[in-house]
């Protein structure tokens, strides 16, 4: 019963969270209900930015969907964001239907251009469109960097810093260091 419960409050807290949204950004807001989203689960869509989420969205505690100024999200149906999720975008992020997430999955659409005038303060960024296909598991702690594109059905391993293109039906693992170093 108590399962019960936590759903019911996730939706009533994910209803209030939209509809926030809705009454402060209007139209470049576009949520299809039900949605699971739960109150710590951080949901930041500056003036110019655009969120659109689609059917049946599962969020876990403290994860962060932010739209910077002019920038775009788009969400499929049947998306599934564990704990500790990042999902920011400057220019755009979209990820298709029957995507997973596994905890703490990152994805960042701009990198800081350190070599601006002013460096890191300036706040100057570079940025590309980030696309993930349909069905996409990515696993834990994967950084998803500007500019990648992964094709439907494909899998990305725990672990990985991706950037580029990866092809439909990809399973992508990167190589670990298994060598022990050994401390006198």
């Known amino acids: 019963m108590n399962k019960y419960i936590k759903a019911f409050n996730s939706s009533v807290s994910g209803f209030f969270k939209f509809l926030g949204l809705k009454i402060t950004r209007g139209s470049k807001v576009k949520i299809s209900l039900p949605a699971m989203i739960p109150a710590s689960c951080e949901l930041d869509v500056r003036k110019g930015g655009s969120l659109i989420i689609g059917k049946r969205i599962h969020a876990l505690p403290n994860g962060r969907i932010a739209v910077r100024n002019g920038g775009k ?20 992020v979209i990820i298709g239907n029957g995507v997973e997430f596994g905890p703490y999955v990152c994805v960042y659409d701009q990198d800081h251009d350190f070599r601006a005038e002013g460096g890191l303060k300036a706040k100057k960024f570079k940025t590309a469109p980030v696309v993930i296909g349909n069905n996409v598991w990515i696993g834990a702690n994967t950084i998803i960097l500007r500019g990648t594109e992964i094709g ?25 260091n298994e060598e022990v170093l050994k401390v006198d």
């Open 152 to 176: 439907d059905n494909s899998v990305i391993g725990a672990g990985s810093v991706i950037k580029g293109k990866y092809p439909a039906g990809s399973v992508v693992v990167q190589k670990r």
């Open 73 to 92: 999200v788009t969400i499929g149906d049947n998306f599934y964001m564990n704990s500790g999720c990042i999902i920011t975008a400057h220019e755009s």
